[in-house]
Nanobody
């Protein structure tokens, strides 16, 4: 069965960095659309970065563009989100999600779209 497990969250000071991991099982990253989403208390879930794993096309939300980088390691069947220059407003529970079909990355992030979701990992940016 399909399973997504996030890890790597924690407490970091403003300006710091974290790398989140999403380990996928039950399927391979190829031929899926996969993305990172986040939700802060009292806020709607928002797409952070999404990718079409077949061609590598990627979308980043304006709020993270230039600071966050989405990557994948097909050999490990793992998705990563490298987060640099973190800000307090980045504080949220971060989730990875997958579609069992290819989709335009922007559509996946903006709608948002997801057939499978991980349990989330907490990222707190505070001094």
């Amino acid at each position: 069965q399909v399973q997504l497990v996030e890890s790597g969250g924690g407490l970091v000071q403003p300006g710091g960095s974290l790398t989140l991991s999403c380990a996928a099982s039950g399927f391979t990253l190829d031929y899926y659309s996969i993305g990172w989403f986040r939700q802060a208390p009292g806020k709607e879930r928002e797409g952070v970065s999404c990718i079409s794993t077949s061609d590598g096309s990627t979308y980043y939300a304006d709020s993270v563009k230039g600071r966050f980088t989405l990557s994948r390691d097909n050999a490990k069947n793992t998705l990563y989100l490298q987060m640099n220059t973190l800000k307090p407003e980045d504080t949220a529970v971060y989730y990875c999600a997958a579609l069992d079909r290819l989709a335009v990355p922007q559509a996946m992030c903006v709608k948002p779209l997801g057939d499978y979701w991980g349990q989330g990992t907490q990222v707190t940016v505070s001094s």
